[in-house]
Each structure stands twice: as structure tokens, then as C-alpha cells.
């Protein structure tokens, strides 16, 4: 959620009763032998580690590279204390400011072989061309950098408990003036992203929905043909639950039904608005405390919550620290001795608490 201009767009129905039931899904024994492989991979809905028992992702979005304090310091041993198994890592290929410290390949390595020391499952992504509406710049300006002999040998050195995350909310489907083109652009983008990818890595590729990671129904209209053209069949759908104004909950019921691997890779606690040209952080309240503007549709981050651990959905907090947004950081300073009451809640929380419901894996 960090450094963007949030754009949103009318609401679609109404979120105020959270408990709805969902279909019943078939949940698959662990897999059998002769489906083993040497990375993280899915089956159905659901991701499997490499001696095929099955993963729930239960995370934390790291965002080291706008920490500015990174490679000396990168708070993954704070962390660490919550419990969480999985660590959403922000990266750019160009960052584009001179000032910051300098940060290389190396560095990267170096984090990723930590993550693998703590049992944490790194989620690498490339946040370059976040809420950006063009999605053919995939292909012209992040594969590149995914399939450079450098950046690969790193992913392969860790390609064992590593799942890529191509790119941070790339491009529209409904903020668009025709959707149905706009999803035929963003179907053959990844599809041809996918070939080129595979051509180097079999570990599980994440995609991110389009309209800033929102509109998931975009998976229950094309994630079995992406799935289908994917060699590996190793995808996993990514929607960021930023939901004050748009209803997603219909479209993850189908999602569940439909049997795709989807996961969250952002929730907050705060959303941001964009008005008259600047952004608003935290602007609506997911959180039910009304400080500030409540969502039209009854969406709290808590009640979504308590649905994804019922339906063994992955997810990822936004964020440790530092976003501009200081109520929607886990850490005050990003040291686990300062959880903010929102941090608190996401770690230590009885129901849904990173403490309670996030196992780590075994590499």
C-alpha cells in the first residue's frame, strides 16, 4: 500500500453480513508421492511444500527497500517474534532515488538465505510499476530483469521455499473505459510472462489483480486458463483486500468454488483515497473504529479475517513498517517490543492471530 495514489471506484452491493456461508470445497489429502518436486507448488486451491505437506500462508509485508535503512538493518529478526511464516518482500529493479543507500543483487541473497535460516517463506515482488494501468509493461520492463543471468542465479540458489511475485498491482480491468479488452490484455501479458518465466524457474509464480490488486474476479474468469497454459500448473492468485468501496466477497466464494489457489497478499487496516490530486492515507477505517471514514459496504479487516482462516486462504499483513500511513503499521518502529494495537491484534488476536494459526515450514 505504500508510496501510491489510491484510486477508487464505486461499491458493489453490501458487505454487512461477513459470516455468509460459502460452498463446501473438497479439501484434498496431501498429495501423493510421485507429485513431489523440489519447490513450493499448488494442487487444487492449495500450496504444498516440496515433501508435499500443505501450506497456509500466514504473513507480513516487509517494505525493505522504502525503509531507506536497508541493506545495514532490515528488521527481519523482529520480525521474526510474531510468529508469522511468510514474509512479503518489497524490491525494485530501479528505485530511482540517488540519495537512498545503496542496495545490490547480493544483498537480496543474503536476505533470502535469512528468511530460509528463520522458516520463513520468502515472497519476492517487484513494486516498480505499483497501480500503474499499463500491464504490457511486464514484459517490456520487469520479465528482463526476472530472467537476467544475476537475478537468476539468485532464484535458483533459493528456488527450494521461494515464490516470485511478478508484479506489485499492475494494471486495470475496471478503471478502464472497456474491461473486456482490458482483460484480454491482462490474460495474454501473463500468459506470455508465464512462458518466459518457466523457461528458467518452476517455483510458484504469484499475480496480483488488477485496479491496484482489488478486482479478484478477474481469477474466476481467467485463472484456469493461466493455470492451463502454465507447464508447472504453480500459480497462485493474489488480491489485496483494500475493499471500502468494492465488495469482493462474492467473488471470493467463487473463487473457493472454482477450486483456485488464491491468497492475500495485502490487508490493512486503513485504506487510502485519492482526492482533488493528493492522497488521503487511511482514509476509510477497515477496521470498525470509525476514526476517520467507515466503508460503505461494512468491510472490516477482522470479520475478513476470521473468513480466510475458515476457508484456509493465505494472507499477508500490510505492513511491518514504515508506510505513510503510521496507523497501518504492525511496529511503531519496527521492533516487535512496539506492536501498535493494529500489530497486537494480527499477532496475538485468539481467533485469527499470527501466533496461533501460522505454522512454519519445513525446508
Given at each position: 500500500?505504500?508510496?501510491?495514489?489510491?484510486?477508487?471506484?464505486?461499491?458493489?452491493?453490501?458487505?454487512?453480513?461477513?459470516?455468509?456461508?460459502?460452498?463446501a470445497t473438497a479439501r484434498p489429502s496431501n498429495p501423493k508421492k510421485s507429485d513431489r518436486n523440489t519447490t513450493l507448488y499448488t494442487k487444487g486451491r492449495y500450496l504444498y511444500d516440496s515433501l508435499g505437506n500443505k501450506v497456509i500462508l500466514r504473513g507480513i509485508n516487509l517494505p525493505l527497500l522504502d525503509d531507506w535503512d536497508f541493506p545495514q538493518t532490515d528488521k527481519l529478526a523482529e520480525l521474526e517474534?510474531?510468529?508469522?511464516?511468510?514474509?512479503?518482500?518489497q524490491w525494485y529493479k530501479d528505485y530511482g532515488q540517488r540519495d537512498r543507500p545503496a542496495y545490490e543483487i547480493a544483498d537480496l541473497d543474503n536476505f533470502l538465505t535469512r528468511c530460509k535460516a528463520s522458516q520463513i517463506i520468502p515472497v519476492l515482488g517487484l513494486w516498480d510499476l505499483t497501480c500503474n494501468p499499463d500491464v504490457k509493461l511486464l514484459n517490456t520492463q520487469l520479465i528482463p530483469w526476472w530472467t537476467s543471468e544475476p537475478v537468476l542465479n539468485v532464484l535458483k540458489k533459493h528456488q527450494k521455499y521461494l515464490i516470485v511475485n511478478l508484479a506489485n498491482e499492475l494494471g486495470f480491468y475496471h478503471w478502464t473505459n472497456n474491461s473486456t479488452s482490458a482483460l484480454n490484455t491482462f490474460n495474454n501479458v501473463y500468459k506470455t510472462a508465464i512462458t518466459k518465466i518457466r523457461q528458467h524457474l518452476h517455483l510458484p509464480i504469484m499475480i496480483d489483480a488488477p485496479d491496484c490488486g482489488q478486482s479478484i474476479e478477474v481469477f474466476a474468469k481467467i485463472g484456469k486458463e493461466l493455470i492451463a497454459h502454465d507447464p508447472d500448473h504453480n500459480l497462485l492468485f493474489s488480491g489485496h483486500a483494500y475493499w471500502a468501496g468494492y465488495n469482493g466477497i462474492p467473488h471470493l466464494e467463487t473463487a473457493i468454488n472454482a477450486?483456485?489457489?488464491?491468497?492475500?497478499?495485502?490487508?490493512?487496516?486503513?485504506?487510502?483515497e485519492e482526492i482533488e490530486g493528493k492522497t488521503q492515507y487511511g482514509y476509510y477505517d477497515l477496521d470498525g473504529s470509525d476514526q476517520n471514514h467507515a466503508p460503505e459496504n461494512g468491510f472490516t479487516?477482522?470479520?475478513?479475517?476470521?473468513?480466510?482462516?475458515?476457508q484456509e486462504i493465505g494472507w499477508f499483513a500490510w505492513s511491518w513498517w514504515k508506510d505513510n500511513c503510521t496507523e497501518?503499521?504492525?511496529?511503531?518502529?519496527?521492533?516487535?517490543?512496539?506492536?501498535?494495537?493494529?500489530?497486537?491484534?494480527?499477532?496475538?488476536?485468539?481467533?485469527?492471530?499470527?501466533?496461533?494459526?501460522?505454522?512454519?515450514?519445513?525446508?
Open positions: 500500500m505504500d508510496r501510491r495514489e489510491f484510486l477508487a471506484w464505486a461499491g458493489i452491493g453490501s458487505l454487512a453480513n461477513l459470516s455468509l456461508s460459502f460452498a517474534k510474531t510468529g508469522a511464516n511468510a514474509v512479503r518482500i477450486n483456485l489457489p488464491i491468497v492475500f497478499g495485502e490487508i490493512a487496516n486503513k485504506q487510502d479487516y477482522q470479520a475478513f479475517l476470521q473468513i480466510l482462516k475458515e497501518r503499521q504492525m511496529s511503531e518502529n519496527g521492533n516487535f517490543s512496539s506492536l501498535t494495537p493494529y500489530g497486537n491484534d494480527l499477532v496475538n488476536n485468539s481467533v485469527y492471530g499470527l501466533k496461533v494459526t501460522a505454522q512454519r515450514a519445513k525446508f
